[in-house]
């Protein structure tokens, strides 16, 4: 810190012509020498360095990271006035004497604001762990045995569904738990709301799996619940809005349990994901780690990996509320993380080794892939929620661009499903996954010409569309496949449930406007509906969402000409992947005759009246029910109107 003063000092007695002293040569040397001036030895004030040197023009602001005893971790932008303090020569030891009673305040209030609410929207997830005290925290973990056993079946979750355990490292995490063991103390009650996190993830993935520790067996969904209060009361304690490191995994953890817990409030999941993404660039996670010195490569590596996947969770959670993510493109910095084995990461490295190529299968190579896709879907979420809506060339660029990062996913996640008769659930599951999300963000990206009707120009646009749609029902129809992977149920993730309405309104809205198609077309389009029919009508009772999507495919089944004769396909043992609890029915039992958000009439008889647009808009609170059908359900995009666009906006 007082070297950086000390630089910005010589740069304007410089500017005066001045003599000053030479400007350090090596960055790291100077930083450390402003370490060791600073008057508490345990505080690292670290300006970031741009990598480049200065010149009169203004390079852009990096900001400071505060580290104080190698755990807590807070960033402060350019613009705060702590900030401003750091530029003044005469305030910097005010700064230094008052940071410690500043922090200390406000921790104070922190303790009593938490003693009276949750400090985060997603901790209210669990109703009833404000009576739970801190001996209950340290004694309700299982034996150690037990415990080991839990934590080895969270990282064997194959369900790509679930994937919180990408922010963690499992060797690290192992040494932690070992050190848990030794000294409780030690640990704070953030990590322990992490691991309460696990053990309940673990539960309610495995939890019809004759393997799991025989105290579970009974009532494993039960235990699952019990933790996961357990982990809400521990995050509460541990005060995540003063964040020490681990923070952002704990609650990531948590964001999942909860997610896990009630899985139609998609409103608190996205909530839960803006506070964890806000508190992860309070720590600074948005900035890229190598321009603060004092970060080791390991942490450096970890932080890549931590806010790669924030961002992608509340980019996910923003699009299906219909909204903006907190952050865009042009507000963060931090790289994609590289392709490591896990092998090569350790907490003593010296340097990061060199990234494996891309094409080499890792633990990690799946989530590589598929931030390349995240990053462009971030760039077409911005394109289609601008105010100013751009040309229709900007569309295509954007479809080249996302066509690339779809190319770039190594060989063994690009397999299709035919050739994966022998690879391991995982591997097979990621492929379907990685695939769905491409053809769900083509579909965004060019369903609003869809209903150009008649325009040759969005010729591309309508294809790539329907072509999307239909390879999204056959990843629906793969994913039901439940021999293969009988711990995962696709109905139980609400973003493939709307991934799967989303194609079926598509191409609902396609056979109604486009009757005059290739009847080979329109025939595929009609057999993809009736299986994907069939599909919902053995799950219409595990949510909301699985149970009005049946009824839109069930009132359209017959109106449309030749799909009542199609005679669906079904890959896999419907009746039994649709076999649900006694309780899962009676909480999301939906009556198909009678559902009050449809407005659907018995006895109707084409399309344009089998559903009472009017009413659906109206209960959903939309206002135009003039929408496509999938806008209307849950996207809330305006179409755009075509008699405004430009012949000159076309490309050439």
């Not at 704990?250 to 409030?265: E, M, Y």
């Not at 009472?612 to 179409?639: A, H, K, M």
């Amino acid at each position: 810190m007082q070297e950086r003063i000390n630089r910005l000092e010589n740069l304007v007695l410089a500017a005066i012509g001045e003599k000053a002293g030479s400007l350090p040569s090596n960055p790291s040397t100077s930083l450390s020498s402003s370490f060791k001036s600073s008057p508490d030895p345990n505080v690292v004030l670290t300006q970031g360095q741009n990598g480049a040197k200065r010149s009169n023009d203004a390079m852009p602001p990096i900001g400071v990271l505060e580290i104080k005893d190698n755990r807590s971790q807070l960033y402060t932008g350019d613009t705060a006035w702590s900030g401003i303090l750091h530029e003044i020569n005469d305030l910097k030891s005010f700064w230094s004497e008052t940071r410690d009673n500043i922090h200390y305040t406000d921790a104070q209030t922190r303790v009593q604001d938490g003693a009276v609410r949750p400090l985060m929207v997603g901790l209210s997830y669990t109703v009833g762990w404000s009576h739970i005290d801190g001996k209950e925290l340290t004694e309700s973990l299982p034996s150690k045995p037990i415990l080991d056993q839990l934590v080895a079946m969270f990282f064997g979750i194959y369900d790509p569904s679930m994937p919180a355990a990408y922010v963690l490292h499992q060797a690290t995490y192992l040494e932690e738990c070992q050190l848990y063991t030794e000294n409780p103390k030690a640990a704070g009650n953030t990590w322990l709301g992490g691991l309460y996190s696990m053990l309940c993830l673990a539960l309610r993935f495995w939890h019809a799996d004759p393997n799991i520790p025989e105290m579970y067996r009974e009532n494993p969904m039960e235990w699952a619940d019990y933790y996961c209060r357990l982990a809400a009361k521990c995050l509460t304690l541990g005060d995540i809005t003063n964040p020490v490191k681990g923070t952002i995994e704990a609650c990531v953890l948590f964001l999942h349990a909860g997610f896990t817990h009630n899985r139609n409030d998609i409103t608190r999941t996205w909530l839960t994901a803006g506070d964890i993404l806000r508190l992860a660039m309070r720590m600074g996670y948005h900035r890229e780690p190598s321009q603060f010195p004092d970060i080791s490569p390991f942490d450096a590596e970890m932080r890549r990996r931590v806010f790669n996947f924030v961002y992608q969770t509340d980019l996910l959670c923003s699009f299906q509320i219909g909204l903006l993510p907190v952050i865009r493109r042009s507000e963060y910095d931090t790289r994609p993380s590289h392709n490591f084995s896990e092998e090569q990461l350790s907490l003593t490295m010296a340097a990061l080794p060199r990234p494996l190529d891309g094409n080499e299968a890792t633990y990690y190579s799946y989530f590589v892939a598929q931030n390349r896709v995240f990053r462009v879907f971030g760039d077409i979420i911005e394109q289609l929620h601008t105010l100013s809506p751009g040309s229709y060339h900007q569309i295509l660029e954007l479809n080249d661009q996302l066509a690339r990062a779809f190319e770039q996913a190594p060989p063994h996640l690009r397999r299709s499903i035919p050739d994966s008769t022998t690879d391991p659930p995982r591997l097979v599951l990621q492929r379907i996954e990685l695939e769905m999300f491409y053809h769900k963000v083509n579909c965004v990206l060019h369903r609003r010409y869809l209903t150009a009707y008649g325009n040759p120009d969005f010729a591309v646009s309508r294809q790539a569309c329907i072509d999307s749609a239909l390879r999204l029902l056959s990843c629906q129809f793969a994913m039901h496949d439940n021999k293969r992977w009988p711990h995962v149920e696709w109905w139980t993730s609400s973003f493939n449930l709307h991934d799967f309405i989303l194609a079926g309104t598509v191409l609902l809205v396609y056979l109604s406007k486009y009757q005059d198609a290739k009847k080979a077309e329109l025939d595929q389009i009609r057999q993809a509906l009736a299986t994907s029919h069939s599909l919902w009508s053995g799950i219409q009772h595990t949510s909301i969402d699985a149970g009005r999507a049946f009824k839109i495919l069930d009132k359209m089944k017959g109106r449309l000409d030749g799909c009542s004769n199609v005679k669906p396909r079904i890959p896999g043992a419907l009746q039994e992947t649709g076999a649900n609890t006694p309780r899962e029915e009676a909480r999301f039992n939906i009556d198909p005759g009678n559902d009050p958000m449809l407005g659907i009439e018995a006895g109707t008889l084409d399309f344009d009246s089998a559903i009472d647009w009017g009413t659906l808009c109206g209960s959903l609170l939309i206002d135009d029910p003039e929408q496509d059908v999938w806008d209307s359900y849950f996207r809330n995009i305006e179409p755009l109107d075509f008699s405004q666009v430009s012949q000159e906006t076309m490309p050439r």
